[in-house]
């Protein structure tokens, strides 16, 4: 059966992408942020999960105001980088896994969670850059992966309590699909920070802290800024392990671009 062996929770700054794309990681700014992540691709590299399911948000860019499904589990198989502006990422194609993803989808469509089907998706900086921060600079990624869209770029998002209910099903869900899978969760974005507003610039280490500390709902827009909401994809993360996963590995440091890079290692005791 398939099982999933860890979560990993990591923010996913675009100008990181950037760093990593023109060469600039040993740039002291961006040293320091890449320098927490050094752990984690070895701790990643030596795991060898077969599948990655990455809680990731989409800006905009596959989906148009015109339409934005809250969930949205992506079913082909592959996924290429999108053109966020200036180009695809030079990232390799993303590789999904149609059948155990299709399962997910039949099964947490039975559990009451009514997903949005996506057989055709290009990724943006929300999926590139988590996958680049774990597995660094690659000419194939090491694993498949199965990418669950979330709605937190148009009102209304889910809520922190949908969100960890949805992360529950999803752990039933792979646990029921018979092939012998090691997989590994993501809950990506965040932490705290505003791009836009009066409040443009806000980071609330405090609060990002705390949340680090209990993965618990809260109120994001007001304590963490309107981008903040994006912390509501680490609890799916959250809710599909159990209680026997505890934190093995933590990185913070603050500022990358405009946030704070939040990053956690959950693994079963
Ligand atoms: C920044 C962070 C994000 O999560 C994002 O989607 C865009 C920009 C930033 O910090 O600049
Ligand atoms: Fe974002």
Request: glycine content about 8%.
């Amino acid at each position: 059966m398939a099982k999933i062996v860890a979560g990993v929770g990591c923010s996913h700054v675009p100008a990181i992408g950037a760093a990593l794309d023109l060469g600039k990681t040993e740039d002291p700014y961006w040293q320091r942020v890449f320098s927490g992540f050094e752990h984690s691709k070895q701790w990643i590299k030596d795991l060898k999960p077969d599948v990655a399911i990455v809680v990731f948000n989409d800006h905009a860019t596959a989906f148009s105001v015109d339409m934005i499904p809250t969930f949205a589990l992506g079913c082909a198989d592959e996924f290429p980088p999108a053109d966020e502006g200036w180009g695809p990422r030079p990232v390799p194609v993303v590789r999904g896994h149609a059948e155990f993803a299709s399962h997910i989808a039949q099964f947490v469509i039975l559990d009451e969670f009514d997903l949005t089907v996506v057989n055709r998706m290009e990724v943006d900086h929300g999926l590139t850059v988590p996958l680049s921060l774990m597995f660094g600079k690659v000419d194939r990624w090491p694993c498949r992966v199965v990418p669950l869209a979330v709605n937190v770029v148009m009102f209304p998002p889910p809520t922190g309590r949908r969100c960890y209910a949805l992360g529950q099903a999803i752990q039933k869900a792979v646990e029921s699909y018979p092939e012998d899978l090691r997989v590994v969760i993501f809950g990506t974005g965040g932490l705290s920070h505003q791009i836009s507003g009066p409040r443009a610039g806000l980071i609330n280490s405090a609060w990002d802290k705390s949340f680090l500390d209990g993965l618990t709902n809260v109120e994001y827009m007001r304590e963490a800024g309107a981008e903040g909401i994006e912390m509501v994809m680490w609890l799916i993360m959250r809710g599909a392990l159990d209680d026997t996963f505890q934190e093995t590995y933590r990185f913070y440091t603050v500022p990358a671009s405009n946030t704070a890079v939040g990053h956690i290692i959950l693994e079963p005791r």
